[in-house]
RNA sequence: GGCGCUUUCGUCUAGCGGCUAGGACACAUGCCUCUCACGCAUGGAACACGGGUUCGAUUCCCGUAGGCGCUACCA
């Protein structure tokens, strides 16, 4: 048998910032398409004009560039089964609507959304469907001249389709195995709106799919009640020899309490839930993003994609490349997982290790420059040398280095109690005179001549390093003595020596 | 309420009938050491419960309970 070739889609709803689990389910597709030498289409989903948000669109091309997560086509890609914005695709669906009416698969219906909620508030759990239609308004109850004349009247009606009840529908979902449901429990979903000529998502979907010959729909797992529905309009449509494998990708869920993981969490836990900043242009609020949180887009990729999957081995730094080669979507969890932050910071902190020191001095130097330093590139790229291994996140390597590029103005009160002896000064005074006469400053050399000095007199290392540390850093932290001494230069070495003998006494 | 999905350390998970139930994050301790980190080592920590099937169940089946989702003229 001949294997078509594998066609995935992401296709978003332009209504707001990118959610980071529409990001993981875009990875998905993406891995399954590249693994397959497949392609990977960008859809967008906006059949609810009500919901539109402008920017969205553009927001999340951007975040998919910035992740380095590359489309085939789409919407800004080009390609040959466009167009792939559902809104400009409305005279494609109006023929299949036509077609589901005209062989009796579908039917149109007036009922109003009030009679509708009167409807349900009156009959508990109230369901549009075969035991109910009958005693609802529309062409199934009504004079064809009769439904005829509303329309022309300009009533607004809605396309519903018709779904027998007792049939069992069987679902194969290449991660949960067999799904069936019993079509009574399904009602008859509103396939088309006559008030914007739009589908809803349900018959957009099947269509596109269809037209764009999707092999694969990767998707969350909230779509899943619902992908029963999608098998019989499939079937209503003639195309159910061609009818894509279904995969329902598990939730992410809240890091504590309850729920899925919603925009809020983020807000109140401290960490992003979207891929880049985004301004909502309705409420002017502002969410933070991954990108601007100071996170590299490889750390977010390997987080995510080991978010409900994993390749078995115990090796969990995983290149897209690998990720590409190793993953395999029958191997997915089937279960929500916790968002688990603190896990993404510590890949974050993974791939600072590995990443070369020149590559995050831009943006060291950008944490420089707003804290009002100005140096060269080698003086910043030495620091982040030094310091990258103890932080997660670049911009955390400020409060660490500050003391690189300032003179320290208080000595912090614990540590002079703790290292400050009262021979200190009197040390740190002979020390200077040992500083002034090396003139080879590199840290083997300084080493050297401070040791031999050390030792002559019968010092203690301890007592030295760590009050000389006290006079240069202000604290009793940092990187080694001579790492700091040779990265502040001789004179400046001296002048905070001077200047601590003199405050501490 | 109905329907569906789901259930291994606090968290992400490995396991696909017989294992001292493995790894990672987080946590704790120790080592390294001029400090703080990093790193390294060690440790505590789990098969939801009840029935079956089987010589034997974490693993297969059925219940129960918990969790999640859907139940719109939203996606």
Not at 27 to 52: M, P, V
Not at 79 to 84: E, T
Not at 476 to 486: E, H, L, N, R, S
Request: with cysteine.
């Amino acid at each position: 048998m001949e294997k078509s070739k594998v066609r995935v889609r992401f296709a978003p709803s332009p209504t707001g910032a990118l959610h980071i689990g529409g990001v993981r389910t875009a990875l998905y597709n993406y891995l399954f398409a590249r693994q397959h030498g497949g392609e990977l289409i960008f859809r967008i989903e906006d059949t609810d004009s009500a919901r539109f948000v402008p920017g969205a669109e553009e927001y999340i091309i951007e975040s998919f560039r910035w992740l380095g997560i590359q489309f085939d086509e789409g919407v800004s890609f080009g390609g040959s089964h466009g167009p792939y914005r559902q809104s400009e695709r409305r005279h494609i669906y109006r023929q299949y609507v036509d077609q589901l009416l005209k062989e009796d698969k579908a039917y149109i219906a007036f009922d109003t959304p009030q009679e509708l909620e009167a409807k349900r508030s009156e009959v508990p759990n109230f369901q549009y469907d075969a035991s109910t239609r009958f005693q609802m308004r529309n062409s199934l109850t009504m004079a064809p001249d009769e439904v005829e004349r509303l329309i022309a009247q300009g009533e607004q009606y809605v396309v519903r389709f018709k779904i027998e009840a007792g049939e069992q529908v069987c679902v194969h979902d290449m991660i949960r195995g067999e799904v069936v449901v019993n079509t009574s429990v399904l009602d008859d979903k509103v396939l088309f709106k006559s008030a914007d000529q739009l589908p809803t998502y349900h018959l957009a979907n099947i269509v596109d799919d269809h037209l764009m010959e999707v092999t694969h729909v990767i998707r969350g797992e909230e779509w899943l009640p619902s992908a029963p529905l999608h098998v019989l309009l499939y079937r209503a449509l003639g195309w159910e020899d061609t009818m894509p494998q279904f995969a329902h990708l598990p939730l992410l869920l809240k890091p504590d309490g309850k729920g899925k993981l919603s925009k809020r969490d983020g807000d109140r836990l401290g960490f992003p839930v979207f891929p880049l900043e985004w301004h909502d242009p309705k409420t002017g609020d502002v969410s933070r993003g991954y990108r601007e949180d100071g996170y590299l887009p490889e750390a977010v990729i390997n987080f995510l994609a080991l978010l409900g999957w994993n390749p078995g081995t115990e090796q969990e730094i995983l290149s897209l490349g690998e990720l590409v080669e190793l993953f395999d979507i029958t191997k997915c969890s089937r279960a929500g997982a916790k968002f688990d932050y603190v896990k993404g910071q510590w890949f974050n902190h993974e791939y600072i290790l590995r990443k070369p020191d020149a590559e995050l001095t831009p943006a060291f130097q950008q944490i420089l420059q707003q804290n009002g330093i100005h140096v060269p590139d080698e003086r910043a790229q030495a620091v982040v040398g030094m310091m990258k291994g103890r932080v997660n996140f670049v911009h955390e390597l400020w409060p660490l280095c500050k003391f690189f590029f300032v003179a320290p103005e208080v000595y912090d009160e614990k540590t002079v109690k703790k290292r400050w002896k009262e021979y200190s000064a009197q040390q740190m005074a002979e020390l200077m005179e040992v500083v002034r006469t090396i003139d080879d400053f590199s840290i083997e050399s300084q080493e050297q001549e401070v040791h031999r000095w050390i030792e002559a007199h019968e010092y203690k290392m301890g007592d030295i390093m760590n009050a000389w540390r006290l006079t240069l850093v202000g604290e009793g932290k940092g990187p080694g003595m001579f790492d700091i001494t040779a990265f502040l230069g001789k004179d400046e070495t001296l002048s905070r020596m001077e200047r601590a003998i003199k405050v501490l006494g």
